[in-house]
């Protein structure tokens, strides 16, 4: 089976940038989209950000507009977070997942939707706090 790990949590304050890492390994399941998806202690689990294997538009959720990118790395099965402009209101803990979406373009409308994605990270933690 795919395992994936994550990696980068950190503290920082706020304003400060982290750049999370998630790869793949091992198995040989079949997946068109990557995502982030952050849960808070208390709240539920949300979509974060996600981006299909070809490439091309991503899902972001409103909050990290502007903030966040979602890049890839099909070479290394890996695909990465970078979070600009935290606020302790990103503070999660963050988790990548990797789902089959048909079609494949909608990994861009509805990465944000857990119960799409199949397989999960252990997660890291991300602290934002003066």
């Known amino acids: 089976q795919v395992h994936l790990g994550e990696s980068g949590g950190d503290s920082v304050v706020p304003g400060g940038s982290l750049r999370l890492s998630c790869s793949a390994s091992?198995?040989?399941?079949?997946?068109?989209?990557m995502a982030w998806f952050r849960q808070a202690p208390g709240k539920e689990r949300e979509g974060v950000a996600a981006?299909?294997?070809?490439?091309?538009?991503?899902y972001y959720r409103d909050s990290v507009k502007g903030r966040f990118t979602i890049s890839q790395d099909n070479a290394k099965n890996a695909w990465y977070l970078q979070m600009n402009n935290l606020k302790p209101e990103d503070s999660a803990m963050y988790y990548c997942?990797?789902?089959?979406?048909?079609?494949?373009?909608?990994?861009?409308?509805?990465?944000?939707?857990?119960?799409?994605?199949?397989?999960w990270g252990q997660g890291t933690q991300v602290t934002v706090s003066s």
């Open positions: 091992g198995g040989s399941e079949s997946y068109n989209c």
């Open positions: 981006i299909g294997t070809g490439g091309g538009s991503a």
């Open positions: 997942a990797v789902g089959l979406l048909s079609p494949a373009p909608h990994c861009a409308i509805r990465g944000g939707i857990p119960s799409l994605f199949y397989l």
